[in-house]
Every structure is written in structure tokens, then in C-alpha cells.
């Protein structure tokens, strides 16, 4: 029988739902305790340098490439491309997935095609462009449009597709117009899925600029990548992926920027 004077043990919180602490020491620490494990194994010539060169190798060929001014040169090229190609195609994306969300007859007509279309590999049709706008800027430009459209279309006609119907129904009792809907109820509701397109259309066009570069292109992080594994300098080479991890970083915080920007609302 418990004993009525005992004191009382308050229970531990237990609804936590799995939610994650973040912890940034364990992050850096990580990351530290990898790049001092692959130094190691460079200084101790476990691995052939040719094979993996280490973290300092990749670091003074870095700094050989910003000293001569070449570091600057490849990846300003390669953010012209990225930019105009994501631009172009985001604009499209947008306005073809709000379409598809919003109008029936465009829905009919579009979704098919894009599921036909989306999971062509965009640098195969490279070629075909280059045939169309020569191997010039347009050709690699529309290559990175093309790659970006397709996940925009789908994460605007899902984010539309998100949106609570009763807000519209409302906004419509109320005879509000069309466009006051669209603008006022529809894009903010669903601009979080089409911001979270944009994470994926960011990744695809790094990929694809980077696939572009490497036909018939002189200047760009993925002709110096190029050239680099042609000549065996894997040093070289992994110091153009790192410049492609870092660019992608800052295209990631850049979008977390916009993220808070444009949804501080919530």
C-alpha cells in the first residue's frame, strides 16, 4: 500500500515528439575529425596523393588559383549561368505550375507532358541546343532553364494544390475578384512548397552548369574540373569540387535567407 505522506516525484516531460536540439559543436566537430583523419592518412602516404591528395594539397591549389586571379574567373562565368539559367527558368515554372493548379483545361493539358518530359536527363537534349543557339552562353543558359523548370512546375502545382480550399470558397462568397485571390489567398498559401522547389531546381542547376561547362566551355568551374582530371591534377580537380560545395552552401543559405524574408507571416 503507498504511503500517503511520501513526496511527490514530478514525471519527466515526455512529449518532445522526436524533435531535434541543434547542436553546432557536433557539426564542427565532425567535420574536424574527418579532415584531420584524410590529412593523416595523406602525411602518412596510406593513400597515393594522385588518388586522394589531402586537405593541404587541395588548399595551396585553392590559393594558387585565387593568387592568379583564375579562381574569380571560373566561378563568376559559372554564377552568370546559373543565375540566368534559374531566373528563366523559375519565371516559367511558376507561372506554367500556378497555371496547371489553378485552370482545369491546363491541367489536363500540362501535367502529362511534364511527367512525360521531367525525367529526361536535361544534358542529353544539350546537344540539340547547341545546335539550335550554337555553343555559346544561350545553349548552356537554356540547358540550366530547362533542368530548373520541370521541379518548379511540380512544386508550384503541389503548393497550389495545398492551399485550403475553404479560404477560397470565402474569399469568393465574398465576391472578391480573381486575381485578389490569387495574389492575397493562393501564392502566399502556397509559396512555401514553391520555395522548397526552388531548394531542388538550385541543387539541379549546379549540376547542370557544371555538365554544360564541360562541352565547349573555356572559362567555368566545370571546364577548370575538366581539364584538370584530362591532365591527372586531382588536386586541381577536388579544389573545383570545393569551390562547387561552397557555391552550393551559399546558394542554401542564400534561399534560407528568402525562406525568412518571404514567409516571416507565419
Keep these: 500500500m503507498a504511503d500517503k505522506d511520501a513526496p511527490i516525484r514530478p514525471l519527466p516531460f515526455r512529449g518532445g515528439g522526436f524533435q531535434h536540439v541543434p547542436r553546432a559543436w557536433a557539426a564542427v566537430l565532425g567535420l574536424a575529425l574527418l579532415i584531420a583523419i584524410w590529412q593523416l592518412a595523406g602525411q602518412l602516404r596510406w593513400v597515393s596523393p594522385i588518388f586522394l591528395p589531402s586537405p593541404e594539397a587541395i588548399l595551396r591549389a585553392l590559393y594558387g588559383l585565387l593568387e592568379s586571379g583564375a579562381l574569380a574567373g571560373h566561378v563568376i562565368a559559372s554564377l552568370k549561368r546559373i543565375l540566368g539559367g534559374f531566373a528563366l527558368g523559375a519565371a516559367v515554372g511558376v507561372a506554367v505550375g500556378l497555371a496547371i493548379g489553378l485552370v482545369s483545361l491546363a491541367r489536363s493539358v500540362g501535367m502529362p507532358i511534364v511527367s512525360a518530359l521531367f525525367p529526361i536527363p536535361k544534358i542529353a537534349v544539350l546537344p540539340l541546343f547547341i545546335l539550335w543557339f550554337g555553343i555559346g552562353e544561350p545553349s548552356k543558359i537554356a540547358t540550366i532553364a530547362l533542368g530548373v523548370f520541370f521541379p518548379t512546375v511540380i512544386a508550384t502545382a503541389s503548393g497550389v494544390d495545398a492551399v485550403p480550399r475553404n479560404l477560397i470558397r470565402m474569399a469568393q462568397s465574398f465576391n472578391l475578384p480573381a486575381h485578389a485571390i490569387v495574389l492575397k489567398i493562393v501564392l502566399p498559401g502556397a509559396l512555401p512548397g514553391i520555395l522548397a522547389g526552388f531548394r531542388i531546381s538550385a541543387s539541379i542547376a549546379l549540376i547542370l552548369v557544371v555538365a554544360a ?54
Excluded: P
Design 213 to 266: 561547362e564541360m562541352i565547349g566551355a573555356e572559362k567555368g568551374i566545370g571546364a577548370f574540373v575538366l581539364t584538370a582530371g584530362n591532365l591527372m591534377q586531382t588536386d586541381q580537380l577536388l579544389a573545383g569540387v570545393t569551390l562547387l560545395s561552397v557555391l552550393g552552401l551559399i546558394v542554401g543559405a542564400g534561399l534560407t535567407r528568402l525562406e525568412r524574408w518571404l514567409l516571416a507571416w507565419r
